[in-house]
């Protein structure tokens, strides 16, 4: 595992660390690209992350599940393509990534929502919560059932997330973390709130599919 990262300010303390599942080799700080109201420096690597200090953790998407969401879960999804009759055998990949989510974050499980959004990169006004956001656009009528989330960038190019501690509806401070193609983050939304990072380098439609669970 990367070495994690604390981060700290006036609301609190949260780290951000790769998780077992995230296959990159390099340094986990190279993640973060800016710091607004907050300090950063080396974490301990021992204690209890759920319960001392939330956690920001990255994963990496396994290819043979990312070649499956493209070509059966992200078409109904979209409704380019009608669900089919498989029963079981639909829904693969989320099932497998919710499992291999677990080893990210424990309390990761079912029931999980899907939310796929393919969208332009946000305008300049910051302060919505992401999860809160995909719920009111896929209709889900409880955004704040969710307490665990994930992001999965399914693009070829890099998102960028602003990370806070949650105080009450908004965020203490801003960190801005880079999200790789392939990559993930996976976070407890009672404890810190992820934004979209707006405007940026790129203007090309981001794509992402983000996992909700109570």
């Known amino acids: 595992m990367n070495a994690a990262i604390a981060i700290s300010g006036r609301a609190g303390a949260f780290r951000v660390e790769g998780s077992r599942l995230y ?30 200090t939330p956690a920001i953790r990255y994963f990496s998407i396994p290819n043979h599940l990312h070649e499956r969401l493209w070509l059966a879960e992200i078409p109904v999804l979209t409704g380019a393509a009608a669900q089919g009759c498989g029963g079981e055998e639909d829904w693969k990949a989320l099932d497998a990534l919710t499992m291999l989510l677990q080893l990210a974050e424990e309390g990761f499980a079912k029931p ?18 992401i999860c809160a956001a995909a719920a009111k656009s896929a209709g889900l009528d409880e955004p704040d059932a969710w307490t665990r989330c994930a992001w999965l960038n399914l693009d070829d190019h890099a998102h960028r997330a602003h990370i806070g501690m949650k105080a009450g509806q908004r965020a203490e ?19 810190l709130i992820v934004e979209e990072a707006p405007g940026g380098q790129s203007d090309s439609v981001q794509i992402k599919l983000l996992l909700l669970a109570g």
């Open 23 to 52: 296959l990159d080799g390099g340094d986990i700080a190279n993640k973060l690209r800016n710091i607004e109201g907050f300090t950063a420096g080396a974490a301990d690597q021992g204690g209890d992350t759920e319960h001392d």
């Open 112 to 129: 999980v929502e899907a939310v796929f959004q393919a969208a332009a990169p946000p305008a300049s006004e910051p302060g919505m919560d």
């Open 173 to 191: 401070g801003r960190v801005e973390l880079v999200i790789e193609p392939g990559e993930g983050i996976v976070w407890r939304r009672d404890r």
